[in-house]
Nanobody, 114 residues
Framework: VQLQAFGGGFVQPGGSLRLSCAAS????????MGWYRQAPGKQRDLVAV???????NYADSVKGRFTISRDNAGNTVYLEMNSLKPEDTAVYYC?????????WGQGTQVTVSS
């Protein structure tokens, strides 16, 4: 499984960004795709995930501001980020998990600053 992430960049507080991640390879069956983030000096934390049935889970810190979705084929996951805050600044990583295996994308930087 290969993951390629797009989006990210620099935005002022209160702004919006959209991340996307395209998965290729052995994409089938029950799986979970999602986004994690890692700020400098901190651990990598879950942001939002969505399973192959469309069920979602969000970190408390992003609930009501971020929305995760998948395309109909289930190969691409999106993260719509609104009302961004400086504390959302981090490298965002796409993740695909199936069974006991997990795969990571290359990471994309999101910087929220005035």
């Amino acid at each position: 499984v290969q993951l390629q992430a797009f989006g990210g960049g620099f935005v002022q507080p209160g702004g919006s960004l959209r991340l996307s991640c395209a998965a290729s390879g052995s994409i089938f069956g029950l799986n979970v795709m999602g986004w994690y983030r890692q700020a400098p000096g901190k651990q990598r934390d879950l942001v939002a995930v969505i399973n192959s049935g469309g069920r979602t889970n969000y970190a408390d810190s992003v609930k009501g501001r971020f929305t995760i979705s998948r395309d109909n084929a289930g190969n691409t996951v999106y993260l719509e980020m609104n009302s961004l805050k400086p504390e959302d600044t981090a490298v965002y990583y796409c993740n695909y998990a199936r069974g006991g295996s997990a795969y990571w994308g290359q990471g994309t930087q999101v910087t929220v600053s005035s």
